[in-house]
């Protein structure tokens, strides 16, 4: 049995009963003691369920999220329509902090994030060229008859309502692009950003090799929290736009790998540059 479909099994043991013990599991999935709790441990990490002696049970805010077979990539990520609507204020904020760096005549690279459909809805409709992997972001940029709006193809998923895979990183090698605005699910604790998609995280790399400046957009609630797959280390980022980073030895760490932070709660009227 492949990893990913004895996570699924403890989910759905999880929902089931509330709870899971380590030597049903054994007897359930055929393997060994140390390997279930490996795959406890991953998924507490995660944040999924608690772990308890013997066994698991479940972390209250995921339960009845099981992961799903036919989209293994994306076994515990919310959909696009609930991300939405989740700190909906902070990335409208971070959004408006970053047209403060588009230009007319820029190139911008748009990941399929929420809070660059964020940004998208709020783009003065002037001379830009945008390339995109999100279906809402061009459905939201195609009325503004002075962008130029982009879709890199790919596999559609509906799950993120975006596309993915080879196809859609083709095109990167093709344009001059000025600036990447991308997000993540979360910043960890050892540097890197990640995302809960593989595929969608490979593409991000992509992008991220393809553009010249990079702005990672971050609402405060993606800090120092598990994820799944490596994007990059966030010394190859640019300038960090977020709402809020209390952290001071964060900060310093970001500051000291040459990140600008630029933290909207501060200065909400201009940009706040935090150095050290």
Same mark, same amino acid.
């Given at each position: ?8 099994? *403890?989910?759905? =043991? ?5 709870? #899971?013990? #380590?030597? =049903? @599991? #054994?007897?359930?999935?055929? #393997?060994?003691? +140390?390997?279930?709790?490996? %795959?406890?441990?991953?998924? +507490? ?13 479940? !972390? ?10 036919? /989209? ?58 945008? @390339?995109? /992997? ?13 962008? $130029?709006?982009? &879709?890199?193809?790919?596999?559609? !998923? ?17 344009? @001059?692009?000025?600036? *990447?605005?991308?997000? &993540?699910?979360?910043?960890?604790? %050892? ?5 809960? /998609? =593989? ?25 120092? $929290?598990?994820?799944?797959? $490596? ?9 960090? *736009?977020? %709402?809020?980073?209390? %952290?001071? =030895? ?10 600008? *932070?630029?933290?909207?709660?501060? $200065?909400?009227?201009?940009?706040? @540059?935090?150095?050290?």
């Amino acid at each position: 049995m492949l990893p990913i479909e004895r996570q699924r099994r *403890i989910m759905e =043991e999880l929902n089931r009963n509330g709870r #899971v013990l #380590v030597n =049903e @599991l #054994v007897n359930t999935c055929q #393997v060994s003691q +140390e390997t279930i709790r490996r %795959d406890l441990a991953q998924l +507490e990490k995660q944040g999924y369920l608690q772990r308890s002696h013997g066994g698991a049970v479940m !972390a209250q805010r995921h339960q009845g999220n099981i992961p799903n077979k036919k /989209n293994k990539h994306n076994e515990f990520e919310s959909t696009f329509r609930q991300r939405m609507n989740e700190n909906a204020q902070e990335k409208m904020q971070i959004a408006k902090r970053a047209l403060d760096f588009i230009t007319p005549g820029d190139c911008i690279l748009l990941d399929s994030s929420t809070t660059c459909w964020f940004l998208a809805r709020q783009l003065p409709d002037i001379e830009l060229t945008v @390339l995109t /992997n999100s279906l809402r972001a061009v459905q939201t940029l195609a009325p503004k008859g002075n962008i $130029r709006t982009i &879709c890199l193809g790919g596999e559609y !998923a509906d799950h993120n309502e975006d596309f993915n895979g080879v196809v859609a990183e083709q095109p990167l090698k093709d344009f @001059l692009i000025n600036k *990447i605005f991308f997000s &993540c699910s979360s910043l960890g604790n %050892d540097g890197y950003l990640r995302s809960p /998609n =593989e595929n969608n995280a490979h593409l991000k790399q992509q992008m991220l090799l393809a553009s010249e400046r990079k702005y990672l957009l971050l609402d405060a609630s993606k800090f120092l $929290r598990p994820s799944f797959a $490596r994007i990059c280390h966030y010394r190859d980022v640019d300038f960090l *736009i977020t %709402d809020n980073l209390k %952290d001071r =030895e964060l900060q310093q760490e970001l500051a000291w790998n040459g990140v600008n *932070i630029i933290d909207c709660s501060q $200065r909400p009227q201009s940009m706040q @540059l935090i150095n050290y």
